[in-house]
């Protein structure tokens, strides 16, 4: 069958191949792809700066976004064929370590924990895969190609677990959230916060275009410039971008109590001239909160879904702005500035 592999750090390396069907032992659930997200993690594994291939193995077979079908499942699994599945992107540490054995791999604490499509295990840019029914999310088939928003909308959930858990630590009456970037990430983050009745404020460095109109369709408002300009004083700031100016910006810029929650990876080595001493003054004086999020565990699957059914289907579904066959991948990395979720398409929902 056909499938997106790639040699983990060597740069220029994916390409389309010809690999085995899945072997019995990955699971007894045979799964046929319908769609796979593409996203920045794709983009850096793409570039040679990150990604593990399957151990004894040169090529990992690429994408952790996916939605698939079921064509075999065991009895008493809980699945049928014909069901709409997501798989759950990462698998618990051997060990395990104590996250993982509470089911909280996604804050694993040993590190050897492995990601399909990412570290050690093949990823959903393949025809078929198998796998255990526990590694497997049932979505409603009425979502049509829009179940495969289901993972990146399970990284947004679990950053709003992590703000509730922190803001929570006082009496804790949030209003105003900003959200920074605009991508796929920062709009479902931008969805997640207009279903719990919040002020939402976007911001992205493109001025127009398709961006602002989801997010004026949300209900929510849509800002370019700067962080301090976007919105006095946030109780929460959802920081998508990992740009080195915006992290730093969010910590300044959130209210008294406020929560940042960090979910974007940027590039390394900016060298800013912070001034450290009054950013922990303010942050000190202030009850300021700032968390890093990663990943996702089987109670932010669930949310996620929950979030999904309640979701504008339209609004959804024009989040994904590129169809692509697995044969034109190249094209899946050129980002156009309107672009928000290009999926690789390998069957019909
Ligand atoms: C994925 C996460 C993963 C992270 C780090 C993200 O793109 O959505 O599931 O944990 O990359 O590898």
């Known amino acids: 069958m056909k499938a997106i592999t790639v040699v983990p750090l060597k740069a220029g390396s994916a390409s389309l191949e010809e690999v085995a069907e899945p072997a019995p032992g990955e699971g007894d659930v045979l799964v046929e792809t319908i769609a ?4 920045g993690t794709d983009a850096e594994i793409v570039s040679g700066d990150y990604g593990w291939a399957p151990p004894g193995r040169e090529r990992l077979v690429l994408g952790h976004e996916s939605l698939g079908r079921v064509v075999e499942a065991p009895q008493g699994s809980g699945l049928a064929v014909g069901d709409h599945v997501v798989c759950i992107v990462r698998r618990p540490d051997p060990v395990p370590c104590y996250a993982c054995a509470a089911g909280q791999w996604d804050n694993c604490r040993n590190g050897q924990y492995t990601e399909h499509g ?19 999310v049932k979505v409603d088939a009425a979502l049509g190609l829009c179940g495969v928003l289901l993972e990146p909308t399970t990284i947004v959930a679990k950053a709003w677990d992590d703000v509730d858990e922190i803001g929570n630590r006082a009496v804790w009456r949030p209003e105003k959230v900003l959200v920074t970037g605009a991508g796929p990430v920062g709009l479902l983050a931008a969805l997640l916060a207009r279903q719990r009745g919040l002020e939402v404020h976007v911001l992205d460095h493109l001025e127009g275009g398709a961006k602002s109109r989801l997010v004026e369709r949300l209900g929510a408002t849509y800002h370019t410039g700067s962080v301090a300009d976007a919105v006095a004083a946030p109780d929460v700031i959802l920081e998508g971008t990992g740009v080195p100016q915006l992290v730093v910006d969010a910590m300044r810029s959130v209210g008294s109590g406020g929560v940042v929650a960090l979910l974007g990876v940027g590039s390394v080595g900016s060298q800013l001239g912070v001034d450290v001493g009054s950013l922990n003054r303010d942050m000190v004086l202030s009850n300021k909160a700032v968390v890093g999020s990663v990943n996702a565990n089987r109670s932010h699957y669930q949310s996620a879904v929950t979030a999904l059914n309640a979701a504008d289907r339209d609004w959804l579904a024009a989040l994904i702005t590129r169809k692509l066959p697995l044969d034109r991948f190249s094209e899946a990395l050129q980002h156009g500035p309107d672009d928000v979720k290009t999926v690789m398409q390998l069957s019909e929902p």
């Open 118 to 136: 990412i570290k050690s295990l093949d990823g959903f840019m393949r025809e078929r895969y198998r796998t255990p029914a526990d590694a497997l």
């Open 36 to 39: 796979v997200g593409v996203c």
